[in-house]
């Protein structure tokens, strides 16, 4: 699984890089980059510090792409697109939305492609046939909370629905108020990065 998230302001000109959800044996660093291996020698993380002088300025969550792929190949010798096999943020479907007696939560059934999971949602805007982003088991988010299952008020839940804020989205078209409501038309299943990159260049 392959997270990329980058803001120039509030993540002070840091591009980040999460690879795994595993806590690192060994850290790194060199010139502009810090990374994290694990004990078998895979990157784990990588932070690249003043990333505007050595690539675009995007902002918010990334697709892996051709630059910053490029930058690092050249500068630490991995390439990570031999990780970008899966993906953290895929695009779902709610199923069923239930709400949860005597809270303002609810509990959906959220169909992702291969599996339909279970997750628990306080979204005021949250609704049965929305088109919505998943953030999956093990995603770590870009304020560095990693996904874990949980169990809310007694009833399970398996990732997370994801709102524009905790994507570092907000100045884009998506709502801010609640979770993002996506496109009726697209797959389910699919990576949101490719919804979000095309969306950019609206």
Same mark, same amino acid.
């Given at each position: 699984?392959?997270?990329?998230?980058?803001?120039?302001?509030?993540?002070?000109? *840091?591009?980040?890089?999460?690879?795994?959800?595993?806590?690192?044996?060994?850290?790194?660093?060199? $010139? $502009?980059?810090? #990374?994290?291996?694990?004990?078998?020698?895979?990157?784990?993380?990588?932070?690249?510090?003043?990333?505007?002088?050595?690539?675009?300025?995007?902002?918010? #969550?990334?697709?892996? /792409?051709? *630059?910053?792929?490029?930058?690092?190949? %050249?500068?630490? /010798?991995?390439d990570l697109?031999? #990780?970008?096999?899966?993906?953290?943020?895929?695009?779902?479907? &709610? !199923?069923?939305?239930?709400?949860?007696?005597n809270s303002h939560?609810? =509990?959906?059934?959220?169909?992702?492609?291969? =599996?339909?999971?279970?997750? !628990?949602?306080?979204?005021? $805007?949250?609704?049965?046939?929305?088109? !919505?982003? !998943?953030?999956?088991?093990?995603?770590?988010?870009?304020?560095?909370?990693?996904? %874990? %299952?949980?169990?809310?008020?007694? %009833?399970?839940?398996?990732?997370?629905?994801?709102?524009?804020?905790?994507?570092?989205?907000?100045?884009?078209?998506?709502?801010?108020?609640?979770?993002?409501?996506?496109?009726?038309?697209? &797959?389910?299943?699919?990576?949101?990065?490719?919804?979000?990159? $095309?969306?950019?260049?609206?």
């Amino acid at each position: 699984m392959l997270a990329i998230f980058y803001n120039k302001t509030s993540l002070k000109d *840091t591009l980040i890089i999460q690879i795994d959800a595993e806590i690192p044996s060994k850290i790194i660093q060199k $010139n $502009n980059f810090t #990374y994290g291996l694990s004990p078998n020698g895979d990157p784990i993380f990588i932070n690249v510090f003043h990333f505007s002088k050595l690539g675009d300025e995007p902002n918010g #969550y990334l697709a892996l /792409d051709d *630059t910053i792929n490029a930058v690092i190949k %050249k500068n630490l /010798d991995i390439d990570l697109s031999i #990780y970008n096999e899966g993906s953290p943020f895929v695009i779902g479907h &709610v !199923v069923e939305c239930q709400e949860i007696p005597n809270s303002h939560l609810h =509990e959906c059934k959220v169909n992702v492609g291969n =599996e339909t999971l279970s997750i !628990v949602c306080g979204a005021k $805007n949250i609704r049965k046939d929305l088109n !919505v982003v !998943v953030a999956k088991i093990g995603t770590i988010m870009p304020n560095g909370l990693i996904i %874990k %299952k949980n169990k809310i008020l007694g %009833k399970e839940s398996y990732g997370m629905i994801c709102s524009a804020r905790e994507l570092n989205l907000s100045k884009y078209s998506y709502n801010t108020d609640g979770i993002i409501e996506l496109d009726k038309n697209l &797959v389910i299943g699919d990576r949101f990065s490719s919804v979000f990159v $095309n969306s950019r260049k609206e």
